[in-house]
């Protein structure tokens, strides 16, 4: 009935918007997940499709992608390379550091376990799992962003 109103009154409204029914409970941030339903209204053309949808939306043919990250057999040796540069990010725990200087290094860390998790799990990882540690990830590196390292270290040696 929502659809035929909406149809109705196309003039005013193009589509709904809902939110989906989706768990995203292990998502924390920003992600929007909604629904959109936009009616295909006349003209239609030769094979039945709505001329005013496919003059508003490009088309393209869905492409298969595969990503490196999900086969363990790719990612050996970053893998191992990533276990080594957290094992020396350990090591920094002998220095003494300021309290904002560790934090820094604690993000870095962090960034590396997801990582090294992300291949460890390789296609074995759950999806939902996956969105959640990309999300803990861009955080960390939201963080970093936000910092100048050399001013931290001036401000270090200054202490």
């Not at 918007?17 to 006349?42: E, H, R, W």
């Not at 934090?103 to 996956?130: F, K």
Request: net charge negative.
């Amino acid at each position: 009935m929502l659809m035929q109103w909406v149809m109705r009154n196309n003039h005013e409204i193009q589509g709904i918007s809902y939110f989906t029914c989706v768990d995203i409970s292990m998502m924390q941030g920003s992600y929007c997940a909604y629904n959109v339903v936009i009616p295909a209204l006349k003209p239609y053309d030769i094979l039945g499709y709505s001329q005013k949808l496919r003059d508003e939306f490009n088309w393209t043919v869905p492409e298969y992608f595969e990503i490196p990250l999900f086969d363990s057999n790719y990612n050996r040796d970053d893998m191992k390379k990533l276990y080594n540069f957290i094992s020396e990010i350990r090591n920094l725990n002998k220095i003494v550091l300021s309290e904002v200087m560790r934090c820094y290094i604690d993000d870095i860390e962090r960034i590396c376990i997801c990582l090294y998790h992300l291949m460890l799990s390789g296609n074995n990882s759950d999806m939902q799992m996956t969105i959640h540690i990309l999300n803990l990830i861009n955080t960390c590196y939201r963080h970093l962003d936000s910092q100048s390292i050399d001013k931290l270290i001036e401000d270090g040696r200054k202490k």
